[in-house]
């Protein structure tokens, strides 16, 4: 009778599967890339995050790019409607 040994997630397998869950190595590494390049965190204090509370600072960091991102363009539109007014009241004084 063969017995199929029982494999349980430890050590090195268990500290992948808890890093890489949501998305591949690229993506870890340039996450870590723009928080300690950026955001100046250092890559101890990264790696010695729970893996939900970097889950959670990357979010917080996407959702304030995305804010700043759309204040920006916000800003860049207003600019190009006054020069846009600006432009057509030189073309009426013709």
Do not use: C
């Amino acid at each position: 009778m063969w017995v199929r040994p029982q494999v349980a997630l430890g050590g090195s397998q268990r500290f992948f599967y808890l890093t890489f869950r949501d998305g591949s190595l690229k993506a870890y590494y340039n996450n870590m890339f723009t928080l300690t390049h950026q955001y100046k965190y250092t890559l101890t204090e990264l790696e010695n995050m729970i893996p939900w509370e970097r889950d959670l600072y990357i979010g917080m960091v996407n959702t304030w790019v995305k804010e700043e991102t759309e204040k920006l363009n916000k800003i860049k539109a207003e600019k190009e409607q006054k020069f846009n007014q600006a432009i057509s009241k030189v073309r009426k004084r013709r």
